[in-house]
C-alpha cells in the first residue's frame, strides 16, 4: 500500500509503502499490476529513505528502476529537482541512477544515531521529515538559479529560452544542472515532459491528446521518448490509473 502527503518541506512529498501480506512470487506494486514489480520511473527528483535500520538515498534517475529485495516497509521524503544536493552535501551527478547508503555521504556514527532515532519513532515517516527538516536549517539554501530553471523547464519551456531569460551560457547552465539535478537541462526538460505526459495518461487523455498538450512533436515522438525513458508502450503506462510506487531500494 502506497500512500503519499505534501511535506513541510516547499515542494516535498512524504510517501509510506508497506506491504501488508506475503504476495506470490513475481507480484509486487500496485495490486492491479501483473508480472514484474511496477517500475520507478524517471521524475526529476532526489529521495531520503528509510526502511528498518537503514537510511538511503535514490539519486535521479534516467531509467526505470525496479525495486528488489524482500517486502518491506518504506517511508520517503521525495525533494523536488535541484533541492537535494545542498541538503545532502554532495552533487547530484554523483548518485545519478544509484541508491546509496546515507552513511557513504555522511559520518557512519551520525548515521546509526539518526537511523535509531527513526527505527524507534512512532510515525518513521514523520521522524524521517524532521530529520530532513533540520539538515535544511543546517544547510545552504538550494541554488535559487536553479529552481528557476526547473520551473522553467517544468513549464514546457525550451533549455535555450530558459538559458536566455536567465541570462546564463549553455555550457555553465550545463554544468550547474548536472550539479544539481544529476544531469544536463535536456535531460531534465525530457523528464518533465514525461511526468506532464503520464499525468495526463492518469487523467485519461488519449496517446494523440497527450502529445499535443504536453510537448510532443507527435504521436509517434511520444511513443518513442515513452519507450526510451520507461521502457514501455503508451498502451501499458496509461492503462495504470493508480499513484506510481515511489524510490524504494
Request: proline letters at 10%; hydrophobic letters at 40%; glycine letters at 10%.
Amino acid at each position: 500500500m502506497y500512500a503519499e502527503r505534501p511535506s513541510r518541506m516547499r515542494g516535498a512529498a512524504v510517501w509510506t509503502r508497506e506491504f501488508e501480506a506475503p504476495r506470490p512470487a513475481g507480484r509486487a506494486g500496485p495490486a492491479r499490476q501483473t508480472g514484474a514489480e511496477w517500475p520507478v520511473l524517471p521524475d526529476g527528483c532526489m529521495d531520503l529513505l528509510w526502511t528498518e535500520g537503514r537510511l538511503l538515498v535514490a539519486g535521479p534517475d534516467t531509467r526505470p528502476y525496479v525495486p528488489g529485495g524482500a517486502p518491506a516497509r518504506w517511508a520517503g521524503v521525495r525533494l523536488p529537482p535541484g533541492t537535494a544536493p545542498a541538503l545532502l552535501g554532495v552533487p547530484a551527478h554523483e548518485l545519478r541512477d544509484r541508491r546509496v547508503d546515507l552513511a557513504d555521504l555522511w559520518p557512519a556514527a551520525r548515521v546509526r544515531r539518526l537511523t535509531a532515532r527513526i527505527d524507534t519513532a512512532a510515525d518513521p515517516a514523520g521522524a524521517l521529515e524532521t530529520l530532513a527538516v533540520e539538515r535544511a536549517a543546517e544547510t545552504q539554501p538550494p541554488d535559487p538559479l536553479l529552481t528557476e530553471v526547473a520551473a522553467a523547464l517544468e513549464a514546457g519551456r525550451t533549455v535555450s529560452a530558459t538559458a536566455d531569460s536567465l541570462g546564463i551560457g549553455a555550457r555553465t547552465l550545463h554544468r550547474r544542472s548536472r550539479a544539481a539535478f544529476g544531469y544536463g537541462p535536456k535531460t531534465l526538460a525530457r523528464i518533465l515532459r514525461l511526468q506532464r505526459a503520464l499525468r495526463a495518461g492518469a487523467r485519461g487523455a488519449s496517446p494523440a491528446e497527450i502529445a499535443s498538450r504536453t510537448g510532443y512533436a507527435d504521436q509517434a515522438h511520444l511513443t518513442r521518448e515513452l519507450r526510451a525513458l520507461t521502457g514501455m508502450t503508451p498502451g501499458r503506462l496509461f492503462r495504470h490509473r493508480e499513484p506510481l510506487p515511489s524510490r524504494a531500494a
